[in-house]
């Protein structure tokens, strides 16, 4: 099942249709997209009954799919290639910070460029279906609702700044493009092994697998959940891959006019220009 927003109103994709979820369910969900967070299990219920369109896929509709998560998460050097072209070791605790929820962004929106060291990061971003509070490792999957494509994009000079302030410097207005929508778990073959990678004007830049996470999706939900409880639509950025521009020799980073394309296997592609 794939859950999108179109126009700031929740919908499910159907193939090359959309389903508007307010009008399909008589109004037992509203249009809002958060709303299919606020009682998950019976949404899923609600929208396996679901199964006629009422109108076309436009791409150039969607938005953000989580537009107001109360809490979002990223994770730092999550990824063995990652930490080896960062030079740092391996943490043995999630390397832990926030994307303000009002730096999110739609999947085709475009990305202010400032300064001179915006960064691109592919990740995948797991959204929590149902509370998470002191949940086993083994049990961390069932508190998903679905994993969408995200771009943590940086600012490499700010997140350095003062020592260190990833929180803001990964923070700036629209530097966390997601979708282009929520696809459910039990739609991905084995979703802890997904392609996923980035191109920066065609040129592919980023190219891993997430079975190289140091801190698996439901890992992450059983360190995170032992501090503090995960709600209804929190989203979690989960780390990238090797590949960001601050690792080439010499670095480089997005410019105006360069599009940046991002994918995972068996969710799809979001695309972002740079203006
Ligand atoms: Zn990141």
Request: glycine residues 10%; charged residues 20%.
């Amino acid at each position: 099942m794939k859950i999108a927003n179109s126009n700031g109103r929740a919908v499910l994709v159907l193939g090359d249709q959309i389903s508007d979820i307010a009008q399909a369910c008589d109004g037992l969900f509203g249009s809002d997209p958060m709303g299919v967070y606020d009682d998950w299990p019976a949404f899923i219920e609600v929208a396996r009954s679901i199964t006629t369109g009422t109108g076309p896929l436009v791409e150039t509709d969607l938005r953000n799919p989580v537009p107001a998560p109360r809490q979002v998460f990223a994770i730092g050097l999550n990824y063995r290639s990652h930490a080896e072209e960062a030079g740092m070791a391996l943490p043995e605790v999630p390397a832990t910070f926030t994307k303000f929820p009002a730096a999110l962004a739609g999947p085709f929106d475009d990305i202010e460029i400032v300064g001179d060291s915006v960064d691109w990061e592919v990740e995948l971003v797991a959204v929590i279906g149902t509370v998470a509070d002191r949940v086993a490792e083994a049990d961390g999957w069932s508190h998903i609702a679905g994993l969408t494509i995200g771009q943590d994009i940086s600012d490499r000079h700010l997140q350095f700044a003062a020592g260190a302030q990833f929180s803001l410097g990964k923070s700036r207005r629209g530097y966390g493009p997601i979708g282009p929508w929520v696809v459910t778990v039990d739609e991905l073959t084995d979703p802890d092994d997904l392609a996923l990678g980035c191109s920066v004007d065609g040129e592919k830049v980023q190219d891993a697998r997430t079975n190289d996470l140091v801190f698996s999706v439901p890992r992450l939900i059983a360190e995170l959940s032992a501090v503090l409880p995960l709600l209804p639509g929190d989203v979690i950025f989960t780390g990238t891959p090797a590949g960001v521009g601050i690792a080439h020799q010499p670095a480089r980073f997005l410019q105006p006019g360069q599009i940046l394309e991002s994918w995972i296997e068996g969710i799809g592609t979001i695309r972002n220009r740079c203006v």
